[in-house]
Nanobody
């Protein structure tokens, strides 16, 4: 079992930055692909970005490419999401997910989920 706890969310103005963290405990963190998803009110959960177990591969949704960067520190069992140039449409609850060896963008590919952290961008 892997437990995931997100932190770093908050309220920022458009154009600002936030760095989300996801700390893992239990299980073998370094064995899992990790991803960030987000869900806005009334919308489906969507893939934001992901990183392979070795950090050799990353993937991003088109809407965040060039603005968001995902990274991981397997020694600290933590994955990060650096978010720059934030826009009101980035407002959502952001979830960290772990699962599998292969990086995928479907929520069903991930077994473990955090409780989410709210990110709100004001215009």
């Amino acid at each position: 079992q892997v437990q995931l706890v997100e932190s770093g969310g908050g309220l920022v103005q458009a154009g600002g930055s936030l760095r989300l963290s996801c700390a893992a405990s239990g299980g073998t963190f370094s064995s899992y692909a990790m991803a960030w998803f987000r869900q806005a009110p009334g919308k489906e959960r969507e893939f934001v970005g992901g990183i392979s177990w070795s950090a050799g591969n990353t993937a991003y949704a088109d809407s965040v490419k060039g603005r968001f960067t995902i990274s991981r520190d397997n020694a600290k069992k933590t994955v990060y999401l650096q978010m720059n140039s934030l826009q009101p449409e980035d407002t959502a609850v952001y979830y960290c997910a772990a699962g599998g060896l292969v990086l995928r963008n479907s929520p069903s590919s991930y077994t473990y989920w955090g409780q989410g952290t709210q990110v709100t961008i004001s215009s």
